[in-house]
C-alpha cells in the first residue's frame, strides 16, 4: 500500500529500515560506484549474470 506523497510517510520508512537494515549484516555486501565508467561495468556485469545475488550496488553517475 502506498502512502500519500507527503512527509508523513518517512517516518513509517525509517521504523521499517531500522528493523531491516540490521538483518543485511552478513547477507548482503553493499559496493559503491562512481561515474559512467563504474555504472556501465555494473550495468553490463548485471546482464552477463556476474553480479551474484547477494552483492549490492549503489552507484552514481558524479564522479
Same mark, same amino acid.
Do not use: N
Given at each position: ?7 508523513k510517510?518517512?517516518? /513509517?520508512?525509517?521504523?521499517a529500515w531500522r &528493523?531491516?537494515a540490521?538483518r @543485511? &549484516?552478513?547477507?548482503?555486501?553493499v559496493? $559503491?560506484? /562512481?561515474g559512467p $565508467?563504474?555504472? !556501465? /561495468?555494473?550495468?553490463l &556485469?548485471t546482464? !552477463?549474470g /556476474?553480479?551474484p545475488?547477494? $552483492?549490492?550496488?549503489? @552507484?552514481?553517475?558524479?564522479?
Open positions: 500500500m502506498r502512502h500519500p506523497p507527503t512527509s510517510g518517512e517516518p /513509517r520508512l525509517g521504523a &528493523d531491516f540490521p @543485511l &549484516d552478513g547477507w548482503l555486501t559496493t $559503491e560506484g /562512481r $565508467e563504474a555504472v !556501465q /561495468r555494473v550495468h &556485469d546482464l !552477463q /556476474r553480479i545475488p547477494h $552483492e549490492a550496488h549503489m @552507484l552514481s553517475m558524479a564522479s
